[in-house]
């Protein structure tokens, strides 16, 4: 069980509070926003109404025992900024944050923050990865080459083996799992001679210039 702080409890904020919470981690919360902190005491450890871009606000929560800071501030370039600045002088040594735009993300590394994230670009992605492959359930990038993608089988792969279909010569992907519906079960590692379902999920990894292959088909 770790304890995470996070800064700003809006939208994404409380989204990441509330899985956090249901794994069974400490959360401390912070928003200047009362009724949202309200909305949320039951799953917060310790629930804060305060500004958090104010370095003393910070310094009074206590940090010592944080061991990630998720930095969550909505679209506030200048507030998220501040509120990193002032976690790095704290000696929060695990910080993810919230970024609106490249230049944001760099000036976020430059102050010291371990991990970036972009959610409404992410999302976009994602959805513009579903419109244009219907057979597409999820998809997660890796690097800007290679991805991890959730896919209904293609309708010529159903009734045939992971061996038969040579997937992985003929795509140059991979399926490294599958998750059954009829029955409900989830396959780490297939076997070659699994014989793919209409009902059945894979869980393909492979270069994102093989995945069109897939979306020309989805």
């Known amino acids: 069980m770790a304890t995470f702080l996070i800064a700003g409890l809006g939208t994404f904020g409380s989204e990441?509070?509330?899985?956090?919470?249901?794994?069974?981690?400490?959360?401390?919360?912070?928003?200047?926003?009362?009724?949202?902190?309200?909305?949320l005491k039951n799953i917060l450890t310790d629930a804060v109404v305060g500004d958090a871009t104010d370095y003393q606000t910070l310094k009074e929560i206590g940090l010592e025992d944080v061991d990630i800071a998720i930095v969550s501030l909505g679209n506030k370039m200048?507030?998220?900024?501040?509120?990193?600045?002032h976690l790095k002088e704290l000696k929060v040594n695990n910080i993810i944050a919230k970024a609106i735009n490249v230049d944001h993300k760099k000036i976020l590394e430059a102050l010291g923050a371990n991990e970036i994230v972009f959610p409404?670009?992410?999302?976009?992605?994602?959805?513009?990865?579903?419109?244009?492959?219907?057979?597409?359930?999820?998809?997660?990038?890796?690097?800007?080459?290679?991805?991890i993608v959730e896919t209904a089988p293609l309708e010529e792969?159903?009734?045939?083996?992971?061996?038969?279909?040579?997937?992985?010569?003929?795509?140059?992907?991979?399926?490294?799992?599958?998750?059954q519906i009829v029955p409900e079960k989830f396959l780490a590692v297939p076997d070659p001679d699994y014989v793919i379902k209409e009902s059945d999920a894979l869980i393909i990894l492979g270069r994102e210039d093989s995945m069109v292959k897939l979306k020309i088909k989805g």
């Open 78 to 85: 200048e507030a998220s900024i501040l509120c990193v600045l």
């Open 157 to 179: 792969w159903v009734g045939h083996s992971l061996r038969e279909l040579n997937i992985r010569k003929k795509y140059e992907i991979n399926i490294i799992a599958i998750k």
């Open 120 to 147: 409404e670009k992410d999302m976009a992605i994602r959805v513009a990865r579903r419109i244009v492959s219907p057979n597409m359930i999820d998809y997660l990038p890796l690097t800007p080459e290679y991805s």
């Open 16 to 39: 990441v509070a509330k899985h956090l919470f249901e794994a069974g981690h400490d959360i401390v919360g912070i928003d200047d926003d009362k009724q949202v902190v309200q909305e």
